[in-house]
C-alpha cells in the first residue's frame, strides 16, 4: 500500500471563469517539477528536459520511462526557483520498441518535507469530467509550468492510456494530469498527429506497482506480486463536479475583422479588432508582421480600405483606419489594471471569424518572452580557398545578394573580428542569429572592400514530431516580446489579432502569435491601452486630422 496519501484539499466555490478553483491550482502548481539528466562528475546537464510530480512528503516523484534511466541522478527545478536533486528509481518498460507501459519512479535526495500533489484513483474518472496539466513544454523559455485545462475523452484505450484533451508537447513527458479535485490521475506520455489527442500513463498503474517502483531497477516484465489500491473515498464528490455545466459563452457584440494585404508578394490574410477612442474616432489594431501593403477589412462580403497609422513593432502590432464604422470594443470600458497572477487558470474565449469562437484557460500570466535565437544565414555558399571563406554561390535576392557581395569575394573579417578560415566564420555565425546586421570586411580581387548584410533565417526542416503537426503552422513572428501571457486555445497562425474575452464579455488581450502546439501568445489588455493611447493622440493631432 501507499502509505502518503491525505484527506483531499477543501473545495472553494467555482465561479462560471474559473472551472478549477485557484486553491486547488496552487497546490497542484506547487509539487509540478522540471526535471533533466545530470553528469555524475561536472553536474552538466546531458539530457532533454522533462517533467514530474512529487506526490509524498518524503519526495517520491512519479513520471514516465522514456525519460529515464535506474540509479541516474537528476536536477529538479520547482516552480518558485528553487532546485534539489533527484534519483531515478524503477523504470517498468515491458515494450522496448513503445517503452510500455511507460511507468517510472524517482525520489528527492536530502532532507523533506517536500510539496505535493494527492494521488487519485484513475479508476474513479469518467468521459468528460473536466482536468487540467501543469508542465514544462521545452520550447517554452521559461522554468515555470504552463497550465492546460481539458476533459477525459477515454477513460482507458486499448493500450492502456487514459487519453485527454489537455495539450501537450516533448518536454511535458512525465507532466501530471490532474482531476477537478486537484488529485493525479495520470502522468503525460505522448501525443498523436491531431491537436487534442494525449495519452496519459494512469495513476493505478504506479499504485498497484509501487513496492517494485521503488527499487532502482529496469523491470521488463509486470511484477507479478502486485500492491492493493484500495478505493476511491471521493468518487461521488468527483462524479458530482463531472455533473456541473460548463461555463456559458460570454454575450458580447465584438467581431474580429478579416484582413486582407499583399506581404512579399502574396495576398495574405489575418484577423483585426476594432476599438472605439474617444470623439467617436475609431481604430482596428492586427498583427502587424501579416499586414503588408494596401489592407483591405471585409465585413459581409464587402470590402473596406484600410490606412496604416502607424506599426509597433515591440509589440508586432499595427494600428489602422477606416472611414467605415466596424463593430468594436469600447476603449474606456477596458479593465485600466493587468492580468496579475491570481487570474491563472480563468476560462478565455477567442472571438474569431464567423461568429467562431475557441476556448482555454490562462496558462502562464504575462511576462517578457524573450527572442528565440534562430540560425542566420548569408544564403550563399562558401568554401575556403587559398585561407579565405569565399563565396562559390550566391543566391539571387538572398541576404548577400541584397549586400552587394558576389561569387568570388572573399571574407576578411565580421564585426571586426577576424574569419580569414573556415573553422573561424564557423565558430563566429554561431555568435548572429536571423535578422542581426553584421559589419563584413571583404575582398574583390585586390581590393579590400566593407558592407552591411542583415542575416536571413536559416531554412531548419522541422522534425516530424507530431508536435510539429499543427493547422495553418507556428507564427513566423512568434518571440521577442515585452510582454505576453500563454493561453491554450489552439489558435491558428491567421487567427492572431483577434479579441480574447474572459465569462463576463470583459476584453482581457488580443492574440499575437501561435508560438507552438501547446502555446498562444496573447498581449495583456494594460499593453493594448498603451497602444490605443498612441493611436488616440495621432488621430487628434493637426497631422492626422483626415482620420
Known amino acids: 500500500m501507499i502509505t502518503c496519501y491525505n484527506c483531499c484539499l477543501a473545495q ?39 517533467s514530474g510530480v512529487i506526490v509524498c512528503t518524503d519526495g517520491s516523484i512519479l513520471t514516465v520511462a522514456h525519460s529515464t534511466k535506474p540509479g541516474n541522478f537528476y536536477r529538479v527545478i520547482f516552480p518558485n526557483g528553487k532546485q534539489g536533486l533527484a534519483k531515478a528509481l524503477g523504470r517498468l518498460v515491458v515494450d522496448q520498441q513503445s517503452n510500455l507501459p511507460d511507468i517510472a519512479m524517482m525520489k528527492m535526495q536530502g532532507e523533506g518535507p517536500w510539496p505535493f500533489a494527492e494521488m487519485g484513483w484513475s479508476s474513479s474518472i469518467s468521459e468528460k469530467q473536466r482536468c487540467f496539466g501543469l508542465s514544462y513544454p521545452e520550447t517554452l523559455p521559461f522554468n515555470f509550468p504552463f497550465l492546460r485545462a481539458g476533459r477525459i475523452l477515454k477513460k482507458m484505450d486499448d493500450y492502456g492510456f487514459i487519453q485527454s484533451s489537455s495539450i501537450m508537447e516533448p518536454g511535458d513527458s512525465g507532466g501530471p ?36 517502483l521503488t527499487h532502482p531497477t529496469a523491470i521488463s516484465s509486470y511484477p507479478t506480486d502486485p500492491d492493493s489500491i484500495g478505493s476511491d473515498p471521493l468518487a461521488k464528490k468527483l462524479a458530482e463536479l463531472g455533473l456541473k455545466k460548463p461555463a456559458q459563452d460570454p454575450k458580447t457584440n465584438v467581431q474580429p475583422i478579416p484582413i486582407g494585404s499583399t506581404l512579399n508578394g502574396y495576398r495574405t490574410r489575418i484577423l483585426g479588432t476594432a476599438f472605439n477612442l474617444a470623439n467617436n474616432k475609431q481604430v482596428i489594431l492586427s498583427k502587424s508582421s501579416q499586414v503588408g501593403a494596401a489592407p483591405i477589412a471585409t465585413i459581409h462580403n464587402r470590402n473596406y480600405a484600410l490606412k496604416i497609422l502607424f506599426r509597433d513593432e515591440k509589440n508586432d502590432l499595427i494600428a489602422l483606419v477606416s472611414d467605415h464604422k466596424f463593430p468594436a470594443v469600447t476603449a474606456s470600458k477596458i479593465a485600466g489594471q493587468g492580468l496579475p497572477d491570481s487570474l491563472l487558470g480563468i476560462k478565455l474565449w477567442s472571438l474569431l471569424a464567423a461568429n467562431q469562437r475557441k476556448t482555454g484557460v490562462l496558462g502562464m500570466w504575462p511576462q517578457t518572452f524573450p527572442r528565440i535565437p534562430i540560425p542566420g544565414t548569408f544564403d550563399a555558399q562558401m568554401q575556403e580557398i587559398q585561407g579565405f571563406p569565399t563565396l562559390t554561390k550566391v543566391d539571387s535576392m538572398g541576404a548577400a545578394d541584397r549586400a552587394g557581395l558576389l561569387a568570388g569575394d572573399r571574407m576578411i573579417a565580421l564585426n571586426g573580428h577576424d574569419v580569414a578560415s573556415a573553422a573561424k566564420i564557423n565558430a563566429a555565425m554561431q555568435q548572429f542569429y536571423a535578422g542581426d546586421t553584421l559589419q563584413v570586411h571583404f575582398r574583390r580581387g ?82 493594448i491601452l498603451d497602444v490605443l493611447s498612441k493611436a488616440q493622440h495621432l488621430i487628434s493631432s493637426s497631422k492626422s486630422e483626415n482620420y
Open 12 to 50: 472553494s466555490k467555482q465561479t462560471a471563469d474559473r472551472e478549477i478553483p485557484r486553491s486547488i491550482i496552487d497546490r497542484a502548481l506547487a509539487a509540478s517539477i522540471k526535471m533533466f539528466g545530470i553528469d555524475s562528475v561536472s553536474g552538466q546537464q546531458n539530457s532533454a528536459p522533462f
Open 177 to 212: 494530469l490532474f482531476d477537478a479535485l486537484g488529485r493525479v490521475i495520470g502522468l503525460h506520455s505522448r501525443i498523436d498527429a491531431a491537436e487534442g489527442s494525449n495519452f496519459e500513463v494512469p495513476v493505478n498503474s504506479y499504485r498497484i506497482y509501487w513496492r517494485s
Open 446 to 527: 585586390v581590393t579590400e572592400l566593407h558592407t552591411k548584410i542583415i542575416l536571413s533565417r536559416w531554412n531548419l526542416r522541422e522534425n516530424p514530431h507530431p508536435a510539429n503537426n499543427i493547422p495553418q503552422g507556428k507564427s513566423l513572428r512568434r518571440d521577442n516580446f515585452p510582454r505576453v501571457f500563454i493561453h491554450d486555445s489552439r489558435i491558428h497562425a491567421d487567427e492572431c489579432g483577434s479579441p480574447i474575452v474572459d465569462s463576463k464579455g470583459n476584453f482581457i488581450g488580443l492574440n499575437i502569435a501561435r508560438f507552438s502546439h501547446t502555446a498562444c501568445l496573447a498581449i495583456p489588455r494594460d499593453t
